[in-house]
């Protein structure tokens, strides 16, 4: 199994649609969680981390279940600029970072 | 500047040849990492250093061989690379105080002939 699971996607979805993305993860010990994006040949950049009740930033809502491992990413409304490819990231103990192999979104006028 | 720099962007070199790669981070954070992506994988973390001392090696083969001489500066020295070790090296940097939010570099585009 691997530590940290995404769907792989591509999810294609129209402006305005609500698309909501999954990761799970395989270390019980682990303390933080966060959403990246990565746009095609560029860095990944932090979109937000996830706390145990959940956060939302304006559009993106995170949420955490620690029982069934498990993080989710909703977005809501979506813009083209949107599409990009979204990372779930896990914190696996001290500096140890464990990245999913992402999900790539594509939002179609 | 600001944020996480790295040079050079592009970077070809002979499996014979020895090439250094540069971080640096204008953030104040005390972390550095080291990160390789190839086409279709995920990041693999490669290093880890906190305030210059070494704290992850992900079983990275000695072919590469990181330097940090202060919390601001990362360097990550090539020697006897294979054409397998072509990839995105990117460098990333973070607080300590374990929120571990990291801010990535440009990357470094590396192809090995």
């Known amino acids: 199994r691997k530590e940290v699971e995404q769907d792989p996607g591509p999810f294609n979805v129209p402006e305005g649609a609500t698309v909501a993305f999954n990761c799970t993860y395989s270390?019980?010990?682990?303390?933080?969680f966060f959403w990246y994006r990565q746009d095609c040949r560029k860095e990944p950049k932090l979109l937000m981390s996830?706390?145990?009740s959940g956060n939302e930033d304006g559009r993106f809502t995170a949420q955490l279940n620690r029982a069934s491992q498990y993080i989710s990413l909703l977005i809501r409304d979506s813009k083209l600029s949107d599409s990009a490819t979204y990372l779930c990231v896990v914190n696996a103990g001290g500096f140890k970072t464990i990245f999913g192999a992402g999900t790539r979104l594509f939002v179609k006028a | 500047e600001t944020g996480v720099t790295q040079t050079p962007r592009h970077l070809v070199m002979g499996m014979t040849n020895k090439k250094s790669l540069k971080c640096e981070q204008h953030l104040g954070h005390n972390a550095m990492y080291w990160y390789k992506q190839s086409a279709k994988k995920p990041l693999e973390l490669m290093f880890v250093?906190?305030?210059?001392?070494?704290?992850e090696n992900n079983s990275v083969p000695s072919r590469f061989s990181p330097e940090c001489p202060n919390s601001s500066h990362l360097f990550l020295h090539l020697h006897t690379l294979q054409p397998e070790d072509s990839a995105l090296y990117l460098c990333?940097?973070?607080?300590?105080?374990?929120?571990?939010?990291?801010?990535f570099g440009p990357g470094t585009r590396l192809t090995v002939t």
């Open positions: 996830v706390y145990s």
């Open positions: 270390n019980s010990a682990s303390q933080s």
């Open positions: 250093y906190n305030f210059k001392e070494q704290t």
């Open positions: 990333a940097s973070s607080h300590d105080d374990g929120s571990y939010e990291q801010y």
